[in-house]
């Protein structure tokens, strides 16, 4: 008799939140002992001897981090796809194997994938910051407060963040038009302006320390969305790829469909997608073209993968003298 078991929807939204929980309270730490352990004394002695290199040499370690995160995501979803097949047909037995070929190199390689990552954005965060201080004549102590302040930033946020002090120091109005401002302080901001002057020192370091911290949380936001949905994915994807090698099932059983969130901030490219089909191992195609193995797949363009909260879903036929007709369902993340 045929019967047709569907995953719970709720068990993958778990292993994403859970995932994403993870990240964001990694990154968050990993900025923190960043900022903790390089004080301005150290930074600006090393600064002034010449010595940016190994100044930048302090930030990478930390950022090895984000790899052992991934792996603990990529391990959760692996161990809780192959119970889930277990619970619900126990005819077909295997385990996650994270010491598997296939799962050691995923880990690996997107380990290898985050370090370089942040390294080289943050990189070119701090000597974009260094930049601007040698050319404002800033002494080493003042260069070094602006490099602290670059870590965790993204360049371009770096440059919003060092934009915004400016703005409140010349008491220019578009510091009242930024999204992630403090509005607690647009009283005296909107004063300051209306005067014709900036804001006390003080209070701009305030400002601009709250506005700063609002970029940090906004990264780590979206580190954690898109980063969650990789490792789910292929911890899912890990999961069916061991089962063909151990001989539970074959390749031509699967079949996968991607799912667009199917609301109005759907990508259109994504919304087009909605309903495709692929056998498992071959990538979807977007509206624009490109080629996408999974939501959130890295090796595809950013604008086609940053937050991305499609779904894949894998319908396995699983045929056999006990399990004739039997079709299994794994919603991917």
Not at 7 to 16: G, H, K, M, Q, Y
Not at 123 to 149: C, V
Not at 206 to 229: D, G, H, K, P
Request: proline residues 3%; glycine residues 8%.
């Amino acid at each position: 008799m045929a019967r047709k078991v569907k995953d719970s929807l709720a068990r993958i939204e778990e292993l994403v939140a859970s995932s994403d929980r993870r990240f964001r309270r990694t990154f968050l730490e990993m900025v923190r002992l960043m900022r903790e352990e390089l004080n301005l004394t150290q930074i600006a002695t090393l600064l002034e001897q010449g010595r940016v290199e190994q100044a930048l040499g302090l930030l990478e370690a930390a950022a090895a981090k984000l790899g052992v995160a991934w792996s603990e995501s990529f391990t959760a979803a692996g161990f809780s796809t192959a119970q889930h097949i277990n619970r619900h047909v126990p005819v077909i037995d295997f385990d996650f194997d994270q010491t598997n070929t296939g799962a050691v190199e995923a880990m690996r390689r997107n380990r290898l994938r985050l370090i370089r990552g942040f390294t080289d954005q943050q990189r070119l965060a701090t000597r974009q910051a260094l930049a601007s201080g040698i050319e404002q004549g800033l002494n080493p102590r003042e260069q070094a407060r602006l490099f602290r302040d670059s870590i965790g930033l993204t360049p371009y946020q770096e440059r919003i963040v060092r934009n915004y002090r400016r703005d409140l120091i010349e008491g220019n109005s578009s510091a009242l038009d930024r999204e992630l401002r403090d509005r607690r302080f647009d009283g005296s901001a909107r004063q300051a302006v209306e005067a014709g002057g900036g804001l006390p020192k003080t209070q701009v370091e305030r400002m601009v320390e709250r506005y700063r911290q609002r970029m940090i949380n906004l990264r780590a936001e979206t580190i954690a969305r898109t980063e969650s949905l990789r490792a789910v994915h292929e911890g899912v994807e890990n999961t069916f790829q061991q089962a063909i090698e151990d001989g539970v099932l074959v390749q031509q059983q699967l079949t996968r469909t991607w799912n667009s969130a199917s609301d109005s901030r759907v990508r259109d490219s994504h919304r087009e997608m909605d309903g495709q089909k692929r056998p498992f191992g071959q990538p979807f195609t977007t509206g624009g073209g490109y080629h996408l193995m999974y939501p959130t797949d890295p090796n595809g363009p950013p604008e086609e993968t940053i937050n991305c909260r499609c779904v894949v879903s894998t319908t396995m036929d699983v045929e056999g003298a006990d399990l004739s007709g039997i079709r299994l369902t794994i919603q991917g993340g």
